[in-house]
């Protein structure tokens, strides 16, 4: 589906009059990475999955930063219709939805935070400096996003990852265009929301994985003890990509935390 003003495209299911759960996918995603949970999710929710700005049907971002990501998420959910939405923010859409919080306080009844960080430290940082030559050498070097992608996801998955679920998250990283993938890397680099975690004044759950060297479990933790009113939960054995990894599991995990959200809101 794509919105009115033709700018973003997404995938949905569920009655439209129903509570917006909104799926926002990492750098090496798609909203079809989300399809398993808008086939759990459709049944009680309006569950919608985006192709982030310069993916899929999506159309590319002027200049990609964080704040314009979640300016265009903001539009995106104005174009929708899209009421006091849950956010499911994987990656770097998490930091999209902290950044979303801080324009936008009250625009989330609830925010699930996955796998992602408040921060991505300094521009002149060795360790971001590294991390960003590691992904972009080989562009560099000619590979391109179809020779990469099985590498790239098999660095990032954990232990005995669902079969389906890789080939998916292989399909999907093939299919990124090397400019988005480009310029959303680069728009890492020295994102920092850490001041203002203890603003975020609704119910948050953060979700970590074991074994995710991208978001490593125990920042996750400590970022949780920041929010005033959030979850964690730690899914043993799961890398970067637990909703592809392991389905159920993230699917329970999510489940538990919308059920404690609806039964306190009503």
């Known amino acids: 589906m794509i919105t009115k003003d033709g700018r973003f495209a997404y995938e949905a299911a569920g009655l439209p009059d129903a509570t917006p759960l909104i799926f926002l996918h990492g750098i090496g995603g798609a909203a079809r990475a989300w399809r398993q949970q808008l086939a759990t999710f459709g049944d009680r929710f309006h569950a919608i999955a985006w192709d982030m700005p310069g993916y899929g049907g999506s ?14 998420l903001q539009q995106f959910i104005a174009q929708i219709g899209a009421a006091n939405p849950i956010l499911v923010g994987h990656s770097i859409g998490g930091m999209i939805v902290q950044k979303l919080l801080v324009q936008s306080p009250k625009l989330a009844r609830a925010v699930v935070l996955a796998q992602t960080s408040p921060a991505f430290g300094k521009a002149d940082g060795d360790w971001q400096k590294s991390f960003i030559a590691a992904r972009l050498g080989p562009l560099d070097r000619g590979e391109t996003m179809k020779s990469l992608a099985p590498s790239l996801v098999k660095e990032l998955v954990g232990e005995d990852p669902d079969p389906k679920g890789m080939e998916l998250a292989r399909e999907c990283m093939a299919s990124v265009p090397e400019a988005s993938y480009r310029a959303m890397m680069l728009a890492l680099i020295g994102f920092d929301q850490r001041s203002t975690l203890k603003d975020i004044s609704v119910p948050t759950l953060l979700l970590s994985g074991s074994k995710d060297n ?3 479990a125990p920042m996750m933790a400590k ?12 899914l043993a054995g799961v890398g970067h990509l637990a909703n592809l990894e392991r389905p159920h599991a993230f699917d329970d995990a999510l489940g538990g935390f919308l059920d404690s959200v609806t039964a306190k809101s009503g």
């Open 59 to 72: 159309a590319p971002l002027a200049a990609v930063s964080i704040p314009a990501l979640a300016d265009a």
């Open 214 to 216: 991208n978001a490593p």
């Open 223 to 234: 970022t949780a003890t920041y929010i005033p009113s959030a979850e964690y939960v730690e």
